[in-house]
């Protein structure tokens, strides 16, 4: 008996290759580009920074994002090429595990499941000093979980038709 793919497995698969076709694209647009590195950012940012004045509630919201953006850029560029060169392997990994269960492969699942915990690992060990992390990673932990979970019950599905057939 041929199996066939639940919807529930088109929809998973399609959301999870958008986020990772955007994520790859994302860390190789970072691997290659030229201006991340230069002191011309922070100086930029900083002129925007000082340039906020007043004390309104909209103020401190904009003044607060703003440092939050700098000390972040300040963490990436420590190890930039190793956390970015990283990410991407990283999710090519992913992406190749949601290849293999598109194709009905249970040993995608096993590539996906890994490259969550290794995403997740990876990213609280290399940007845990950026500030609100841990709210990013809770929701990222998360919804990671409900993908794997809704991958899990498709594959737990076909398991038992293919039992009973």
Do not use: W
């Not at 290759?17 to 190789?28: D, H, K, P, Q």
């Not at 190793?82 to 991407?88: F, P, T």
């Not at 998360?142 to 498709?154: C, E, K, Q, W």
């Amino acid at each position: 008996m041929k199996r066939s793919r639940p919807v529930l497995l088109y929809v998973l698969c399609a959301l999870s290759a958008v986020y990772l076709f955007f994520t790859i694209y994302s860390e190789m647009t970072y691997i290659t580009s030229e201006d991340y590195f230069k002191e011309e950012y922070f100086e930029d940012a900083q002129e925007k920074l000082d340039g906020i004045e007043g004390d309104s509630e909209q103020e401190e919201i904009e003044r607060k994002t703003l440092n939050d953006q700098i000390e972040y850029r300040k963490i990436d560029n420590e190890n930039y090429s190793r956390n970015h060169m990283s990410l991407l392997f990283i999710h090519l990994v992913g992406l190749i595990g949601i290849i293999l269960m598109f194709r009905l492969n249970f040993n995608g699942f096993g590539m996906y499941v890994s490259y969550v915990v290794l995403d997740i690992i990876f990213r609280a060990y290399a940007y845990s000093a950026m500030p609100n992390f841990n709210n990013f990673l809770i929701m990222n932990a998360l919804l990671s979980l409900a993908f794997i979970g809704g991958y899990y019950s498709v594959f737990y599905k076909l398991k038992k038709q293919n039992n009973d057939a």
